[in-house]
């Protein structure tokens, strides 16, 4: 079993900035991308902001420029830095994680989701 765990959300103003981590646990043998998505009260889950192992990025055109995401490998560690938030950036922000397992199948697995609430 791969676990992902969030951490980092909160309660900020807009214009302020938060950052946010998600750790992978368990039998991996190599992760291959990982993202952010967030999904808003009656909104579909959308992704954020993606990035290989090889360090390429993809973001939501929604926050290019004010969100940054990075990786640590040796920790299996995936961050998302947060500038300038807006209201419409409240949502739980979920981390997600595909790769291989150590003598086993493939994962992808979803952290349980944490919350960010800016408020105007």
């Known amino acids: 079993q791969v676990q992902l765990v969030e951490s980092g959300g909160g309660l900020v103003q807009a214009g302020e900035s938060l950052r946010l981590s998600c750790a992978a646990s368990g039998r991996i043998f190599r992760i291959n991308t990982m993202g952010w998505y967030r999904q808003a009260p009656g909104k579909q889950r959308e992704l954020v902001a993606a990035i290989t192992s090889g360090g390429s990025t993809n973001y939501a055109d929604s926050v290019k420029g004010r969100f940054t995401i990075s990786r640590d490998n040796a920790k299996n560690t995936v961050y998302l830095q947060m500038d300038s938030l807006k209201a419409e950036d409240t949502a739980v922000y979920y981390c997600?994680?595909?790769?291989?397992?150590?003598?086993?199948?493939?994962?992808?697995?979803w952290g349980q989701g944490t919350q960010v609430t800016v408020s105007s």
């Open positions: 997600k994680a595909d790769g291989l397992r150590i003598l086993g199948p493939r994962f992808d697995s």
